[in-house]
């Protein structure tokens, strides 16, 4: 009897830690390490072809210009976080990676970037759509050109295995 108590509060308490989990995005994904390497992976296995590109920690400072984040925010959510950007403004470019802080939403972090990038900053071109997505706590933020996106997001979703919901903010108007 008390071995079967005991099983149905492990049990019960399994269970609260996934739903707790949830809560903050995908609970489950396969990506470990910095922001960093798992962009130059996803990055790699994407094979996609922007031109000259340079990968760099974003800050509190640039988080409005890279995430659509005032700095307040991004020390709320971020943890850490590398952008991959094109090195010319004549390509509207940028894919960034973000881990979120223990604790923070997920969810809060893909709408508050989903509201506040500007996805026509660059000059004379703009992209054609600008998507976030989640795996557990990571956010990767994708603004490109559609094939450039499209491969992305696949090469993301075969390295993460478990991904949240796609949300395309911005498509270029026709």
């Not at 210009?65 to 950007?85: I, Q």
């Not at 969810?107 to 976030?132: H, N, Q, R, Y």
Request: proline share 1%.
């Amino acid at each position: 009897m008390k071995k079967a108590f005991a099983a149905a509060v492990a049990a019960l308490a399994i269970i609260v830690s996934f739903t707790a989990c949830g809560s903050s995005g995908s609970a489950e994904t396969n990506l470990t390490g910095s922001t960093a390497t798992i962009l130059e992976n996803v990055l790699n296995a994407a094979a996609a072809n922007v031109g000259v590109t340079e990968l760099a920690e974003v800050t509190a400072e640039d988080a409005q210009s890279t995430l659509g984040l005032s700095a307040a925010d991004f020390d709320k959510y971020v943890a850490e976080a590398t952008v991959s950007r094109a090195l010319m403004m004549t390509s509207a470019h940028e894919v960034t990676l973000v881990k979120v802080k223990d604790g923070a939403s997920v969810a809060d972090l893909k709408a508050a970037i989903a509201a506040g990038f500007d996805s026509t900053k660059w000059i004379c071109v703009v992209p054609d759509k600008s998507v976030v997505i989640d795996s557990g706590s990571y956010v990767l933020l994708v603004v490109s050109y559609s094939d450039t996106v499209d491969a992305i997001l696949k090469a993301f979703k075969d390295a993460a295995g478990t991904v949240g919901s796609e949300n395309v903010f911005y498509t270029r108007p026709v």
